[in-house]
């Protein structure tokens, strides 16, 4: 291996690494404040109007800012390359400028349209919240063009440590304020979910602030600038958006499927046999819109694999060494399995176990059978995110999008016809979402094996790590079966998780799921290698 190589992977899953642990820490953090909050506004109908101004926020936010930091980190990455410190600064002013002024449209479009939007997905209760979280597109606007220029220059530090500073000051500010409403002020439960989303807007803010402090403080401390020439503000906003809109659509395709989802499973449970009124409506969905808290946890790991594929990717390309982009795209796709396949695998094995003791507020007989079908369609979401990382780097922007789509239809349908029903009713949704992001995903992975030059055999990729998985589950439920039988609930989930992880991590290294090139893309990867004796 080339040092280049061996320098671009290290970084790569270094940088990898650093984006995971921050995430981790974001994800308990973030357990702490959505799990306490479901259970104090209820099974009401407080989470779903939570959910509801969250489903509008995020197709703003993506249509003002999904392509940001990849568009921004792929032309910071290339032009760091090439030695152009001028061009970096100016293209993080230019982008920072535009993305702001756009994402405070898009607020504004949120703040005044709360009424129309909240109208349209069938929650009215829901206007509130959407007021209230409103600002958040424009800060985080600002946050995605500050993330991008970091990513840009693998710095992956500030990034990790803005969101937790969000999910940080969304805990300490939204959780007591929601408590407060609901059980001082006497208040109804959509206020509360609506002073929740308070913290929210406080912790973007924050972080936002934190972000423009350490890019200064990065700026004095990098290499001297160079009198390079910079192209004019028109290109290269021109550049940035040709990179950022279709990564743009490909992100708002998923985010208004799963918009116009949601409003749909609303409308058609009080439609079709089960005629209720929008309030019981609103309760039978918490219990779906509650469980993603738990099925969107590994998807939000993802961040860290595609965050760090696309400048890595970007790097080779420019230096040439397509071999060396092959290898990281292997490792990334490998990589993303480890952690999809075992996770949704434990999702279905154990979802009405962890329902009961995540949620116990809740319909244990509902939430937990589609905790257990989402953790399918987890498996699925993971590696279709990835695919499209590792499309995006290499320049093919626009198949992502017609794939989600493709698959964004079809679960519209499904949906259209079994939620409808008193057959299916909710558990229609969990299938549709299964349906759709399996055909997305295979079609998105047909496509990477023909593009990608030198993609290795899928077999290879993902045969051992599904085996590992299918062994880890059918032991946790082996265990829960037993210990349930003598300890409680929790004692049990526990029992059964730590169980799985063992087996896991045994048959993970038994049967060598990484080998040794796998390794030494990761920081110490080869003394690693040497004691773990892997080939």
Known sequence: MSDKQQKGGSTFF????????????????SMLYKMPL????????????????????????????AGVPVAISKMVSEANARGQRQQIHKIFRVAFL??????GLCSCIMFFGADFFAAM???????????????SVMLVAGLATYRGYAQGHRHMTPSSVSQIIEALFKLMIGLPLAWYILNIRKMPDHMGAAGAIVGVTASELIALLYMAFEQKRFR?????????RTDPSGVILTNCLALAIPITLTSASTSIVTLVDNALVLRRLQHAGLMLAEDGARALMSNYSVVQTVYQIPASLMVAITASVIPAVTACFTNRDKTGAARIVGSALKTAALIAVPSGVGMVVLGTPITRLLFPS??????????SILGIANIFVCLMLVCNSILQSHGV??????????????????????????RFNIFGSPIGTCICYGLTCLLDLIIVHRIVPGCPSYFKVFGKTLVASLVMGAGARAVYGVVSQRAGNTISVFASILVAVLIYGVLVVALQVLNRDDLSLMPKGDKIARVLHVK
Do not use: W
């Not at 535009?98 to 994402?103: E, L, P």
């Not at 997905?121 to 600002?135: E, I, N, S, Y």
């Open 14 to 29: 270094g940088g990898a690494a650093i984006l995971a642990a921050g995430i981790l820490m974001v994800k308990v953090i």
């Open 38 to 65: 479901a259970n104090i506004l209820g099974s009401g109908g407080g989470y779903t109007d939570f959910n509801a101004a969250f489903n509008v926020f995020n197709v703003l936010l993506i249509i003002s800012t």
């Open 98 to 103: 535009f993305f702001f002024a756009f994402g």
């Open 121 to 135: 997905m069938g929650d009215t209760k829901a206007a509130d919240c959407m007021r209230v979280l409103a600002p």
């Open 220 to 228: 004095r401390v990098e290499s001297p600038g160079t009198n390079d």
């Open 362 to 371: 809740y319909q244990l007989e509902v939430a937990g059978p589609i905790l």
């Open 397 to 422: 922007l626009h198949l992502p999008i017609i794939t989600m789509l493709i698959g964004g239809i079809t679960m519209v349908l499904f949906d259209y016809f079994m939620v409808g029903t008193t």
